[in-house]
């Protein structure tokens, strides 16, 4: 789709496209940063492995209290693995923090065109607010440091699932040796998924946050932001791609005078959310910088399957098709069929918006992010009105 942008749309084409750009370079960046934790993460898994296997040796007597005595007693096993995560994913947050923060001054002066003034945080100051700013709110409603939440991670989340993994074995009547193999195996999969959640989030927490220091640091540049969310497939019951409230968001403008709303919701707005806040410039003509009208492309679309991109899985092994279009993600979604607008937004929410009875940008509250239940937009879980 060739599409003849106005100065100004260019302009704003050019500032997605350089933030998209950005982004992938970044979950790149994450990836490959992800490999740091992980043999530290490996070793504590064969540490406790081989803990289990010692303190189940000589446990004829198998029982649920015998399970939580010995998952209790990992917490001082894990001390250590706990710290190195938590400094890990700080040094990874830093990292891509001081990379955005040129980024972005690079992007909103569109290659030295816009003089602007650039932000100056050493790296001291950066691992400072990412170690010291609690995250939470939209992040299991619970505001949490970086440290609280990697020890919440091993202490409630891996023990919990590695408790019932061994009382799973224990009924089955496996010896220590298979229980001690079910202790790594659990282990192994849930910290990897957890410290992939942690370190996208955090390292995206820190994109944004060297985004939001740009534009402050230039307000007679930027007079507001726009909310950019993903054009990817949606599935709402597993939370994969792009999900509800992001996409009801995407394109929603924030601080302008013009604008319904001073400030957008948190960005990032949930685990491994992706979205960016765009900067809403002064036009070319206020800037002093006369442009030509262009030719150029729509945004970028990717349909996925409905499976976790983790570290080590490409993002080519999950999508079925590409293409561009013009718009937001309203306009993405209703281009779409019926089954990929179900998965997207469920089918109630799906069946009303295709009978008129709802729109597509009413679905989120855009002070909070909130996704409205069917109660609080008027209507029962079934789709009739209350």
């Given at each position: ?54 303190r189940g040796r000589n446990i004829t007597d198998w029982s649920k209290q015998r399970v ?304 409205f239940s069917l109660n609080e937009l008027g209507f029962t879980i079934t789709g009739k009105?209350?």
């Amino acid at each position: 789709m060739i599409e003849k942008l106005s100065p100004d749309e260019l302009k704003d084409f050019v500032t997605l496209t350089r933030n998209v750009e950005w982004q992938y370079r970044l979950d790149q960046f994450t990836d490959e940063s992800l490999l740091r934790l992980q043999s530290a993460i490996d070793q504590t898994g064969k540490e406790l492995q081989g803990y289990v296997r010692r303190r189940g040796r000589n446990i004829t007597d198998w029982s649920k209290q015998r399970v939580k005595e010995i998952t209790n007693e990992m917490d001082t096993l894990t001390v250590g693995v706990r710290s190195q995560t938590a400094a890990g994913i700080s040094e990874i947050a830093t990292e891509a923090g001081l990379a955005a923060l040129k980024e972005h001054a690079s992007i909103l002066s569109f290659k030295g065109a816009i003089a602007v003034n650039s932000v100056s945080l050493s790296s001291n100051q950066l691992l400072s607010l990412v170690q010291n700013t609690p995250l939470g709110g939209t992040f299991s409603g619970t505001t949490r440091t970086l440290q609280d939440w990697v020890d919440n991670m091993f202490t409630t989340t891996m023990q919990n699932d590695i408790k019932k993994e061994m009382t799973v074995g224990m009924l089955r009547g496996e010896g220590y040796k298979k229980l001690s193999n079910r202790v790594r195996s659990t282990f192994s999969k849930v910290t990897k998924r957890e410290a992939i959640t942690l370190t996208r989030s955090y390292v995206q927490s820190a994109n944004v946050g060297a985004q939001k220091a740009v534009y402050k640091a230039n307000p007679d540049v930027v007079k507001g932001v726009k909310w950019s969310s993903i054009l990817e497939s949606g599935y709402k019951k597993t939370g994969r791609g792009t999900c509800v409230r992001c996409a009801v968001l995407d394109g929603e403008i924030f601080g302008t005078e013009d604008s319904l709303y001073d400030y957008p919701p948190p960005c990032p707005l949930h685990p491994r959310c992706r979205c960016n806040l765009l900067p809403v410039t002064k036009t070319w003509k206020e800037l002093g910088l006369p442009l030509d009208e262009i030719k150029s492309q729509a945004r970028h679309y990717v349909k996925r399957t409905n499976v976790n991109i983790d570290a080590g899985r490409s993002y080519k092994q999950t999508a079925y098709e590409k293409g561009v279009v013009k718009g937001n993600y309203k306009e993405f979604f209703e281009g779409q069929s019926k089954v990929f607008q179900k998965n997207a937004v469920g089918k109630v929410r799906q069946s009303l918006i295709a009978r008129n009875q709802l729109e597509f940008k009413d679905l989120v509250d855009k002070k909070t992010g909130k996704l409205f239940s069917l109660n609080e937009l008027g209507f029962t879980i079934t789709g009739k009105r209350l």
